[in-house]
């Protein structure tokens, strides 16, 4: 089974529509992220989540929101889809390893999201 | 703008030929992570350089880290099909956080 896992894999809505993707994981890591990907642009994090009570905005955070539900649930919401707001999302999740290394960062295997 | 510029963006090459991908940036990252991405899926780490001048081997992937730590390198020797994907570079800043760079999309023919 996968240690991450994204709902739904494909979802295709109209501008306005309120949409939630779900991430799920099993690995029992504290750290969890939502990433968009863009042809050419790589990733770009739009929010993040270091435990059940933090939430931090990334780099692009205006129009989404989320909630983290329990260590192993983080959502994503787009309160009113917009055309340029179709993408990849991948949600990632991290373990603290401390001491200065970097953390590995786990990847589920996207939703793409189409808002016509 | 990008604080992390790949290139090439995209790279089309036969089996058995050599290639080397670019991760440049102006500024200094405390590590760089290079990542490797198949279609329908996630990325998945491939390599962590922490150390300024330091060079990681995976079988026929060659990862160097720039003196510096503001750039690094892929090299694949003897491409294969199976080298085929998305490779995309991170750098780590403030927080342990990641910045990605645009990716390379490499393609390997048979």
């Known amino acids: 089974d996968a240690d991450v896992t994204q709902t739904p894999r494909n979802r295709i809505t109209k501008t306005g529509k309120r949409i939630m993707l779900e991430c799920s994981q099993t690995?029992?890591?504290?750290?969890m992220y939502w990433y968009r990907q863009d042809p050419g642009l790589g990733l770009r994090l739009i929010y993040y989540?270091?435990?059940?009570?933090?939430?931090n905005k990334g780099e692009i955070s205006d129009g989404y929101s989320v909630s983290r539900q329990a260590q192993a649930k983080f959502s994503l919401s787009l309160e009113s889809a917009i055309p340029n707001q179709t993408a990849l999302y991948f949600c990632?999740?991290?373990?603290?390893?401390?001491?200065?290394?970097?953390?590995?960062?786990?990847f589920g295997p996207g939703t793409r999201l189409t808002v016509l | 703008t990008q604080l992390l510029e790949q290139s090439p963006q995209f790279l089309s090459i036969q089996e058995g030929e050599n290639l080397t991908v670019y991760c440049n940036s102006s500024s200094v990252f405390s590590s760089l992570q290079w990542y490797r991405q198949e279609p329908g899926e996630g990325p998945v780490l491939l390599v962590t350089v922490v150390t300024g001048g330091e060079v990681k081997k995976l079988k026929r992937l060659t990862f160097q880290f720039g003196d510096a730590r503001k750039d690094s390198s892929l090299h694949i020797t003897a491409a294969q099909t199976g080298d085929t994907g998305l490779y995309l570079c991170?750098?780590?800043?403030?927080?342990?956080?990641?910045?990605f760079g645009g990716g390379t999309r490499l393609m390997v023919k048979p």
């Open positions: 990632a999740t991290s373990d603290l390893r401390g001491g200065g290394a970097t953390d590995t960062q786990y």
């Open positions: 989540s270091f435990d059940v009570k933090d939430i």
């Open positions: 690995k029992g890591h504290d750290r």
């Open positions: 991170a750098g780590a800043t403030a927080g342990n956080m990641l910045t």
